[in-house]
């Protein structure tokens, strides 16, 4: 599986991006640059990861940080796989 392809397709279906998520890449900005990715969809994001992905994730391991772009999004789920 390509983490930063699967999270790209959970981030499309969650904010209903319709397709418009095909040019993002690593540096892309997320939270903050993305009017649909609002504080309600970062939950809506974090239980399609868990759901689709087989993750658990703690209240305490969330921060902005992750949410900054899409590498930082996919390295913290990729930590999550590994873990």
């Known amino acids: 599986m390509d983490t930063q392809q699967e ?3 959970i981030l499309d279906d969650v904010l ?3 397709g418009r ?4 890449k690593r ?3 997320l939270f903050g640059a993305l009017p ?3 504080s309600m969809a970062v939950v809506s994001l974090i239980t399609s990861l868990e759901d689709r992905l087989g993750l ?5 391991e969330m921060s ?3 949410f900054a772009t899409v590498g930082s999004l996919t390295d913290f789920v990729a930590s999550k796989l590994a873990a």
């Open 64 to 66: 902005g940080d992750i």
């Open 56 to 60: 658990m994730i703690d209240d305490d």
């Open 7 to 9: 999270v790209i397709r």
């Open 21 to 24: 998520s095909s040019t993002f």
């Open 27 to 29: 540096d892309t900005p």
């Open 36 to 38: 649909e990715f609002d």
């Open 16 to 18: 209903s991006l319709g």
